[in-house]
């Protein structure tokens, strides 16, 4: 009950506070996925790493995130780096170890999702350009 409570205090106040401010800033990584339901493009910031042609980063909700119900609906994802859109394809990782994948990305983000988070899902994105 406790978690359940946080989550949706933490939900909130990224979804009515954080995300609004931070989509708005030009060089915020961010996730578009598009709608199960409205089929229209969501954008969601989050902090990951690149390495190659895979972006990395950590949902801290697993399936229960919107963008993560999404995913499952449609794997297609657009990514912003750096103020660039790159396509994609997201692929869920239930066995990847996500206490340690956060260990290997930006620690500021990494904390966050540490702190807060009560269901860790790795998530990678195959980048196509």
């Known amino acids: 009950m406790a ?7 933490t939900k909130a106040f990224q979804k009515n506070g954080v995300n609004r401010v931070l989509r708005l800033m030009p060089f915020q ?6 709608g ?4 229209q493009p969501r954008r969601t910031p989050l902090g990951g790493r690149l390495e190659g042609n895979q972006f990395w980063f950590v949902s801290e909700f697993g399936e229960k995130s919107q963008y993560v119900k999404n995913i499952e609906a449609n794997p297609r994802v657009r990514v912003r780096l ?14 990847d170890d996500a206490h340690a994948r956060l260990r290997s ?3 500021i ?3 966050g999702v540490r702190t807060f988070g009560t269901n860790l899902l790795t ?7």
């Open 3 to 9: 978690d359940d409570l946080r989550d949706r205090i």
């Open 29 to 34: 990584t961010l996730l578009e996925t598009t």
């Open 36 to 39: 199960r339901k409205s089929g």
């Open 82 to 95: 750096n103020g660039k859109w790159h396509s994609g394809t997201a692929h869920l990782l239930p066995d």
């Open 105 to 107: 990305l930006p620690q």
């Open 109 to 111: 983000n990494s904390f």
């Open 123 to 129: 998530i990678r994105v195959d980048l196509v350009d």
